[in-house]
């Protein structure tokens, strides 16, 4: 998957130039940060795919750290070493979510849905997404909220200073080819 995933990402840089594009972002499974070879599997396809290093975003769900095993935080620093961007997601529906930021070498925290869903309903939600942008900003992290379904959602994180979103509000899950025409028409991209 992340060969296609550089492939694809390599394939739209070159068509509609590099700052045309975003940072893409993969998934890692436990079953992956497990794997000792992952590091050099990630510098591998960088080099055969020429894309950028700090044009791919790995994925790592907080529940998917286990726990706070050594391997797995060395390998994720060998590939933050690459120059690859590391992501928390679904921050803090996870156990020990505040030993995770200290302990693991992560650019980004994901706000995760079931706090978005709810910022229109209450101020608890909003307290917490608050929280989570306060000490995210202590960590020198940047945070993406995802799960932005509606205009409201976003309107609220706009006003609580979070900057990056994503979510069926903008886009459902495409094809490539999709995804690559919604990159030639839309400018919400471009950095």
Not at 28 to 36: G, N, R, V, Y
Request: some cysteine; overall charge negative.
């Amino acid at each position: 998957m992340l060969s296609r995933v550089c492939a694809d990402l390599a394939a739209w840089r070159h068509e509609l130039g590099p700052d045309a594009v975003p940072v893409v972002s993969v998934n890692l499974s436990p079953q992956q940060l497990a794997d000792p070879h992952l590091p050099g599997l990630v510098g591998e396809v960088l080099r055969t795919t020429r894309v950028p290093a700090d044009r791919l975003c790995l994925e790592v769900t907080e529940s998917g750290l286990g726990g706070s095993d050594a391997e797995v935080s060395q390998a994720l620093r060998k590939i933050r070493d690459l120059g690859v961007q590391l992501s928390l997601d679904d921050f803090g529906t996870g156990h020990s979510s505040l030993s995770r930021l200290g302990g693991y070498p992560f650019d980004v925290v994901k706000i995760d849905r079931s706090f978005v869903s709810r910022l229109a309903d209450g101020v608890q939600d909003r307290a917490v997404v608050e929280a989570v942008l306060r000490l995210a900003a202590a960590f020198d992290l940047d945070v993406v909220a995802e799960g932005v379904e509606t205009v409201e959602q976003a309107d609220i994180l706009a006003a609580l200073g979070c900057e990056r979103v994503q979510g069926f509000l903008f886009s459902r899950p495409v094809q490539a080819e999709a995804a690559l025409a919604l990159l030639r028409s839309a400018t919400i991209f471009r950095r």
